[in-house]
């Protein structure tokens, strides 16, 4: 696996400062991704501070945790940017929280249908799927991506 380099950082002074990837939000989940074949993957370890119940992830937590990989999967595989339009999950078992617990959200583009992209994603914890989304994005062109998302590319670290 390769690691991505995130192209949002240095855009603090544009707004940049996502909820989800942005390494400088305190409460923010602080995602990194990387490249797998075909696949864009996420190791992150769970907190108690995103429990929905007690020492169990939010779902809306996890429905966070896959909408971005959908995001980044969109930057990386096609260089451009995009928002969801739909998003279903399913939420097979419930996912610790806590020190050392770490999960794998992992996901790829299943088809494309002009400037929409499906994609797949499972989240996974021990080896075990515990929930999978599938999602609809809307993919800017590489023209409105830079000019109005300051989207210029989305590279593999060296």
């Not at 494309?112 to 800017?140: P, Q, W």
Request: hydrophobic share 30%; proline share 3%.
């Amino acid at each position: 696996m390769k690691k991505i380099r995130n192209p949002y950082l240095g855009l603090q002074s544009q707004g940049y400062y996502c909820f989800a990837c942005c390494p400088d939000n305190p409460a923010g989940l602080r995602m990194e991704f990387y490249e797998d074949g075909d696949d864009l993957v996420c190791v992150w370890n769970s907190s108690d501070n995103y429990q929905g119940w007690l020492k169990t992830l939010h779902g809306g937590i996890q429905a966070t945790l896959m909408d971005e990989l959908g995001g980044w999967i969109v930057n990386r595989k096609l260089q451009v940017a995009g928002m969801t339009t739909d998003l279903r999950m399913k939420y097979r078992r419930p996912v610790p929280t806590g020190e050392g617990v770490t999960i794998e959200i992992r996901g790829r583009i299943k088809e494309m249908k002009r400037n929409f992209a499906f994609i797949e994603a499972e989240l996974s914890h021990d080896g075990k799927v515990c929930s999978i989304c599938e999602m609809t994005y809307y993919c800017f062109t590489k023209e409105k991506s830079e000019s109005d998302f300051f989207f210029t590319g989305c590279e593999l670290e060296d």
